[in-house]
């Protein structure tokens, strides 16, 4: 028998992928100069210099594409720790510290090293990265979640009728895609305080999971707050990602913090949920790629310049926005009711936009702003037609 879950999960695209893949075949009907693709979040800087040398030449060592263990080697895990305590002040364990594909497969073993019941809850905050139901759910719990407020910060008085006894672990994502909203430091004290008490109430130890694929992408002068200074049951889950613009390479890591209850049995069932899953060990040019560049980042600024003209020409047309502090995602209010349906009518004018019912609410729709300069240029013409037909001016 062919497993149902699976086979539903392998034959629905996600609503991102659906649209893009429509980008592609709008292009070849009407020309790729008149679609304004805004749908995918693929960094559109080229990796920092010092990244390419180091593939250029590693290359040539034919052991590097060799097996490594299956945490990763000793000398990326130590590099890692090294930079962030170096930046951070607080000092990653190497040997709670796990090489990954990504993020995704990060956060995918995270949740099944913390789920053991299907009566056990995973909580996140709306709007949020939708992969996040289906790791939970794959993991054998259920996701839910709480509401943010009007600048998409969290909202205290939602998070506590949402939580439950049943939560074991938290997600957070700041820089948040797809709000571009970044936590500061009073939301992480707050959020770090009341999460302590609820684990005094419950009796037991709630685990804050901090995806953070977009740490380094911050605008005017915007700091992201490194929680396992702030609360000791964190579970670091990095990637190089939209860092190094390396998408497609798929590396990163999980740090479990060495603060963090039982946090050696919970870095072994991390592994073991990457042994379950088949994946041996993260791509082993990457792991050397990391330790030689741990400390370089792409060059942001291109984001911030098109979040800039992207926002302020957005609200010059009529529209709401809330202007992104990091990640490279504007978050445009619908002026109708439904984002789904504005998507619909953005799409007859070449724009290609995600509304974020995906995401977990309702109501707005998502601009990737990780495009050229020249896209958001030649798009300016056809966004002031689809103001019009909304009679915004
Ligand atoms: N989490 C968030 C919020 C993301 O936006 C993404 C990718 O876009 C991921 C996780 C997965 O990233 P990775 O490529 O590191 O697996």
Redesign the pocket.
Known sequence: MINEKMYALGSTRSKIRELFEYGKQLSQKIGKENVFDYTL?NPSVPCPEEVTNVIVNEVKNPSIHGYTSAQGTIEVRKAISDYNLNRYGFKLDPDLTYMTC????G?AITLRALISSPSDKVLTFAPF?P?YKVFTENAGGSLVYAKCNEVFDIDFESLEETICPEVQAIII?SPN?PSGTVYGEDTVIKLAKFLEDKQKEYGHAIYLIT?E?YREILFDGAVCPFIPNYYDNTVVCY?Y?KALSV?GE?I?YVSVSPKAENAQKLYLAIAGAGRSLGYVCAPSLFQKVVELCVDKVSDSQVYKDNRDVLVSNLEKLGFDCVNPKGAFYVFMKSPIESAEEFSDVAKTFGILVVPSDSFGVKGYVRFATCVSPDLIKRSLPALEKLAKHFNLI
């Open positions: 979040g990504g993020a995704a497969a956060l990265f992969e994502n895609n995806d694929p990637s990602s998408p798929r990163g």
